[in-house]
């Protein structure tokens, strides 16, 4: 390797004197460690050991066009760094003052950097060299303003990995400040073990942790108390630690980043003795503050399943304690067991992460091999209402709840299952989502009791979470009563709806509106259920003699056609209102597919003023209250107009109504007429449903 040539200018100013450097145009290369593609265009000058060497004891600015480039080993994430990012190459490491926050969203950890360091100033603060730009009144580097880090720092290509340098504390010495380095066998004094990182009240900025190995080697571990592990006890064991190796003038420290970097401090220590630490769900909730915790070694809590995985995500578990004061949601690695509901289970949760996701408090990274599956176990369900649930649902989440006197009501339902309301005298609801085809409910369910696991759900865009209750079987549904169905239900095929008891109303989920669009059902409309005759005019749904009756002609009098026993469900449109429709409410396709719909339209009148014509159309649409209706191709001569007949149509609609859990619309729906005139009076009669 050749040497750097290099010639120093020294100058004075007002208040402060810098060394300037000039390099002369001596080139050198050096090895990296490789790098994934992405990186920009710079051709890199120097490594940063060449960088250190121009430190003699004092300041140093740069005033040549140095170019080097190094991978984030240590960002300001955890807090444990502030407002600094820690970069290294295959020869050192320099740490890079930067006066920003969030500083990991664009240097995070393996992110290649390239520094642009002419104008730059290398020096040092209790002997750790440091790059700032310029410097303060105690001739320390002062940090690169956030307006002008983009003018020397180039963000180059993500999720390089450095391999820390292997050392024993023997080892250490100067050059290896500001690297990533792994030592081995340490342990935290038995002094300190029972301290936690740092001072979470904040009124010391920085706490020291001693570290030792079994040779009488020691160094120091620094933490600040702004880190979002501050209040996590340190390790008992003895093990490998990892972590960023710094200085402040003759004291050895060792900065980590996040607590993954003593996970392997599980080990038997050096004077032996015990290594984990046994902590309650509750204990392991507290430790997360807002932001993600990655836990220390050795911990581990005993928690009893309660959900089911047929009805969960895949790779999620529930987990409660044994007397119902807390539970933790865990995720786990796709194609891990499935932990069968009431499993114990004693999990290690060193090297975890403890996050938020959509809302919900989450144990995530625990290894497999870290989970212990013991003998069942059961946990006794708290008793409370639909509003204490609510009001308790983020220290309650994952914890089984019975609620008592509930009525269940069908949601939605969407393309992984179907969500259930549940309420009950008080105020408040709670949302049961079913993936699980196993567990039936045959919503609507009044003065039920129910049972399961409370969960918390943040949807896009939403500034609260919804209350959730996970059930496990159909059996966490007790008692109530299935009130007496007021839809269509679709038992046989076909189901046929003949019209012929109008006189004592509506058939079964029949429902006639007025005022409808594509955008709404339209408004209840008043449905006469005394026979009338054709010649009545005026608007209205009627009871009105059918068309198919053979024996009746278009000169049939009143009396005939109110002792006709073959009724049509008939309805007179006006100028006041045109867009009427007849609404068929189904209350599920289950299992049900090609559904089809055929009927008889008819028109009743031979009135010599009657000269429009209504065009009708078939739509549908799903779930309670609809506000988006799809329209069906139907034949072009679906009309009715001056005259007395009936024709039959069939409507298909495929594939698009197979296997709905809730509400069905299908409506026979007229807009508009067309012409001059009086308007006719249609009727529908014989519908039938077919799958």
Same mark, same amino acid.
């Given at each position: 390797?050749?040497?750097?040539?290099? /010639?120093?200018?020294?100058?004075?100013?007002?208040?402060?004197? =810098?060394?300037?450097?000039?390099?002369?145009?001596?080139?050198?290369?050096?090895?990296?460690?490789?790098?994934?593609?992405?990186?920009?265009?710079?051709?890199?000058?120097?490594?940063?050991?060449?960088?250190?060497?121009?430190?003699?004891?004092?300041?140093?600015?740069?005033?040549?066009?140095?170019?080097?480039?190094?991978? =984030?080993?240590?960002?300001?994430?955890?807090?444990?760094?502030?407002?600094?990012?820690?970069?290294?190459?295959?020869?050192?490491?320099?740490?890079? /003052?930067?006066?920003?926050?969030? $500083?990991?969203?664009?240097?995070?950890?393996?992110?290649?950097?390239?520094?642009?360091?002419?104008?730059?100033?290398?020096?040092?603060?209790?002997?750790?060299?440091? #790059?700032?730009?310029?410097?303060?009144?105690?001739?320390?580097?002062?940090?690169?303003?956030?307006? &002008?880090?983009?003018?020397? #720092?180039?963000?180059?290509?993500?999720?390089?990995?450095?391999?820390?340098?292997?050392? %024993?504390?023997? /080892?250490?010495?100067?050059?290896?400040?500001?690297?990533?380095?792994?030592?081995?066998?340490? /342990?935290?004094?038995?002094?300190?073990?029972?301290?936690?990182?740092?001072?979470?009240?904040?009124?010391?900025?920085?706490?020291?942790?001693?570290?030792?190995?079994?040779?009488?080697?020691?160094?120091?571990?620094?933490?600040?108390?702004?880190?979002?592990?501050?209040?996590?006890?340190?390790?008992?064991?003895?093990?490998?630690?990892?972590?960023?190796?710094?200085?402040?003038?003759?004291?050895?420290?060792?900065?980590?980043?996040?607590?993954?970097?003593?996970? #392997?401090?599980?080990?038997?220590?050096?004077?032996?003795?015990?290594?984990?630490?046994?902590?309650?769900?509750?204990?392991?909730?507290?430790?997360?503050?807002?932001?993600?915790?990655?836990?220390?070694?050795?911990?581990?809590?005993?928690?009893?399943?309660?959900?089911?995985?047929? !009805?969960?995500?895949?790779?999620?578990?529930?987990?409660?304690?044994?007397?119902?004061?807390?539970?933790?949601?865990?995720?786990? $690695?796709?194609?891990?067991?499935?932990?069968?509901?009431?499993?114990?289970?004693?999990?290690?949760?060193?090297?975890? %992460? $403890? @996050?938020?996701?959509?809302?919900? &408090?989450?144990?995530?990274?625990?290894?497999?091999?870290?989970?212990?599956?013991?003998?069942?176990?059961?946990?006794?369900?708290?008793?409370?209402?639909?509003?204490?649930?609510?009001?308790?649902?983020?220290?309650?989440?994952? @914890?089984?709840?019975?609620?008592?006197?509930?009525?269940?009501?069908?949601?939605?339902?969407?393309?992984?299952?179907?969500?259930?309301?549940?309420?009950?005298?008080?105020?408040?609801?709670?949302?049961?989502?079913?993936?699980?085809?196993?567990?039936?409910?045959?919503?609507?369910?009044?003065?039920?009791?129910?049972? *399961?696991?409370?969960?918390?759900?943040?949807?896009?865009?939403?500034?609260?979470?919804?209350?959730? &209750?996970?059930?496990?079987?159909?059996?966490?549904?007790?008692?109530?009563?299935?009130?007496?169905?007021?839809?269509?239900?679709?038992?046989?095929?076909?189901?046929?709806?003949?019209?012929?008891?109008?006189?004592?109303?509506?058939?079964?989920?029949?429902?006639?509106?007025?005022?409808?669009?594509?955008?709404?059902?339209?408004?209840?409309?008043?449905?006469?259920?005394?026979?009338?005759?054709?010649?009545?005019?005026?608007?209205?749904?009627?009871?009105?003699?059918?068309?198919?009756?053979?024996?009746?002609?278009?000169?049939?009098?009143?009396?005939?056609?109110?002792?006709?026993?073959?009724?049509?469900?008939?309805?007179?449109?006006?100028?006041?209102?045109?867009?009427?429709?007849?609404?068929?409410?189904?209350?599920?396709?289950?299992?049900?597919?090609?559904?089809?719909?055929?009927?008889?339209?008819?028109?009743?009148?031979?009135?010599?003023?009657?000269?429009?014509?209504?065009?009708?159309?078939?739509?549908?649409?799903?779930?309670?209250?609809?506000?988006?209706?799809?329209?069906? @191709?139907?034949?072009?001569?679906?009309? @009715?107009?001056?005259?007395?007949? *009936?024709?039959?149509?069939?409507? !298909?609609?495929?594939?698009?109504?197979?296997?709905?859990?809730?509400?069905?619309?299908?409506?026979?729906?007229? %807009?508009?007429?067309?012409?001059?005139?009086?308007?006719? #009076?249609?009727?529908?009669?014989?519908?039938?449903?077919?799958?």
């Amino acid at each position: 390797m050749n040497k750097l040539c290099k /010639q120093f200018v020294r100058f004075s100013g007002a208040s402060l004197l =810098v060394g300037a450097l000039a390099i002369t145009a001596c080139k050198k290369t050096f090895d990296e460690p490789p790098y994934n593609s992405g990186d920009p265009a710079i051709k890199v000058t120097n490594s940063i050991a060449d960088l250190q060497a121009l430190y003699k004891g004092s300041p140093v600015t740069i005033t040549n066009d140095m170019v080097f480039a190094g991978v =984030v080993i240590g960002d300001d994430k955890s807090g444990n760094l502030y407002k600094q990012i820690v970069i290294q190459d295959s020869t050192a490491g320099i740490n890079i /003052q930067l006066d920003a926050s969030n $500083l990991n969203a664009k240097f995070p950890v393996g992110r290649k950097v390239f520094v642009k360091a002419k104008g730059l100033t290398l020096g040092a603060y209790g002997g750790l060299l440091e #790059l700032g730009k310029g410097v303060n009144d105690q001739n320390q580097p002062v940090r690169i303003t956030q307006a &002008l880090i983009d003018s020397f #720092l180039v963000a180059g290509s993500s999720n390089n990995v450095v391999v820390p340098l292997e050392l %024993t504390v023997a /080892q250490l010495n100067q050059k290896y400040q500001n690297m990533l380095v792994t030592l081995k066998d340490i /342990q935290v004094v038995a002094a300190d073990t029972s301290k936690t990182y740092a001072d979470s009240t904040k009124v010391a900025a920085n706490v020291n942790i001693n570290l030792a190995n079994c040779e009488g080697g020691s160094l120091v571990l620094r933490t600040s108390s702004y880190a979002n592990f501050t209040n996590i006890k340190v390790p008992k064991g003895k093990g490998n630690i990892t972590g960023i190796y710094t200085i402040f003038n003759t004291t050895s420290q060792f900065v980590i980043r996040d607590t993954s970097d003593v996970r #392997l401090m599980t080990g038997v220590r050096c004077e032996g003795g015990g290594t984990g630490t046994a902590i309650t769900i509750a204990d392991l909730r507290k430790m997360y503050k807002g932001a993600d915790v990655v836990l220390p070694a050795g911990t581990t809590f005993v928690g009893t399943v309660v959900s089911s995985t047929a !009805n969960e995500s895949t790779g999620n578990v529930r987990l409660a304690s044994a007397d119902n004061s807390a539970g933790i949601l865990m995720y786990t $690695l796709k194609g891990s067991p499935d932990y069968a509901l009431g499993s114990v289970l004693t999990v290690n949760v060193g090297g975890g %992460t $403890l @996050t938020a996701f959509n809302g919900e &408090l989450e144990l995530k990274n625990v290894p497999i091999a870290q989970v212990t599956v013991g003998a069942n176990g059961t946990v006794t369900p708290r008793v409370a209402d639909v509003k204490t649930v609510v009001a308790n649902k983020s220290n309650w989440s994952s @914890t089984l709840v019975t609620i008592k006197n509930v009525n269940i009501a069908l949601s939605n339902t969407t393309s992984t299952g179907t969500n259930y309301t549940i309420t009950d005298a008080t105020t408040g609801s709670i949302v049961a989502f079913v993936r699980d085809a196993n567990i039936k409910i045959n919503a609507p369910v009044t003065n039920a009791n129910i049972t *399961g696991y409370v969960s918390v759900y943040l949807a896009n865009g939403a500034t609260d979470t919804t209350t959730q &209750l996970g059930l496990r079987a159909t059996s966490d549904i007790t008692g109530g009563s299935v009130p007496t169905a007021t839809n269509i239900v679709l038992a046989t095929s076909p189901y046929l709806i003949d019209f012929n008891n109008l006189a004592s109303g509506l058939p079964m989920g029949v429902t006639t509106k007025g005022k409808v669009s594509t955008t709404a059902m339209g408004v209840d409309t008043t449905f006469k259920s005394a026979a009338t005759p054709w010649t009545e005019t005026a608007f209205g749904f009627k009871n009105a003699a059918s068309a198919l009756n053979t024996s009746l002609t278009s000169a049939s009098d009143a009396t005939a056609q109110a002792a006709s026993t073959d009724r049509a469900l008939a309805v007179r449109q006006t100028s006041g209102v045109e867009a009427v429709a007849f609404v068929f409410e189904i209350n599920d396709t289950k299992g049900k597919s090609n559904l089809s719909m055929s009927f008889n339209l008819q028109s009743l009148d031979v009135t010599s003023t009657v000269a429009r014509t209504t065009t009708w159309n078939v739509d549908y649409a799903f779930g309670d209250n609809p506000t988006t209706f799809t329209k069906v @191709t139907t034949p072009a001569d679906m009309t @009715t107009a001056n005259g007395f007949a *009936g024709k039959d149509f069939t409507v !298909n609609f495929g594939n698009a109504l197979d296997n709905q859990s809730g509400k069905v619309y299908i409506r026979i729906y007229a %807009t508009a007429t067309t012409g001059s005139g009086s308007r006719a #009076l249609s009727a529908i009669d014989n519908v039938k449903f077919s799958w």
